[in-house]
């Protein structure tokens, strides 16, 4: 499911160029689809030249989409493994992957490649619950997505204290750049001190999982 979407979007919007970025994309796209369960995932990783749009989503077929927005916060390579393990994990959760018709899902698609998601169309919006692009997961998907997430780039070798390490950085980047308003993937992802103090809570058992990778 998602994939002639997927193939849409690519055509509407502008693929990046950037060798290093989209290298980066590939590298760590790759270690998190090896140890990710998602069955019979056609795997995908395609950076859209966005920089306006932070934000990044994983359809239910493994086609994952990151706007080079989110770059400059993500940073290094765990910090974008913390945001495509998460991403990731609502795909594996199934995370209301349902009931969305394919003409829906493109047109959401494209609001977020518009950068516009969280203003228009609310109802589109709301009827296309889903993907952690356009509209809030519930805090328990979101703690399920946290959890699972900090797991897959553990087992994928990258350091999950570097999820606490983003997600603060990405608050930081809110109150320098969000002029009062949430930028579009915290809209959609609330951070709070309850957020990161569940994410830190899960740190012994994905500790556990980073330490069998052989990584120190
Ligand atoms: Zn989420």
Redesign the pocket.
């Known amino acids: 499911m998602g994939s002639q979407e997927f193939e849409k979007l690519k055509k509407s919007t502008p693929i990046s160029k950037d060798a290093t970025m989209n290298a980066q994309l590939q590298r760590v796209g790759q270690r998190i689809a090896a140890v990710a369960p998602l069955p019979n995932a056609q795997w995908e990783f395609v950076l859209f030249d966005k920089p306006d749009v932070p934000n990044a989503f994983c359809l239910p077929g493994g086609k994952v989409g990151v706007f080079s927005g989110i770059l400059p916060i993500t940073k290094d390579d765990a910090g974008l493994a913390t945001v495509i393990g998460?991403?990731v994990a609502?795909a594996v959760a199934r995370h209301g992957a349902e009931r969305m018709s394919q003409d829906t899902l493109f047109q959401v698609l494209e609001e977020v490649a518009l950068g516009r998601s969280s203003d228009t169309n609310r109802a589109l919006i709301q009827q296309a619950y889903g993907f952690?692009v356009a509209l809030p997961?519930s805090r328990d998907?979101?703690l399920e997505?946290d959890h699972l997430g900090v797991l897959y780039m553990a087992r994928a070798g990258y350091n999950p204290h570097e999820a606490v390490t983003f997600w603060k950085r990405f608050a930081d980047y809110n109150n320098q750049h969000g002029g009062g308003k949430q930028i579009e993937f915290l809209s959609?992802?609330p951070l709070d001190s309850k957020r990161i103090s569940q994410i830190e809570g899960l740190l012994p058992q994905a500790d556990n999982e980073y330490r069998k990778t052989g990584a120190k």
Do not use: D, F, V
């Open positions: 998460h991403e609502h952690g997961h998907q979101e997505a959609t992802h």
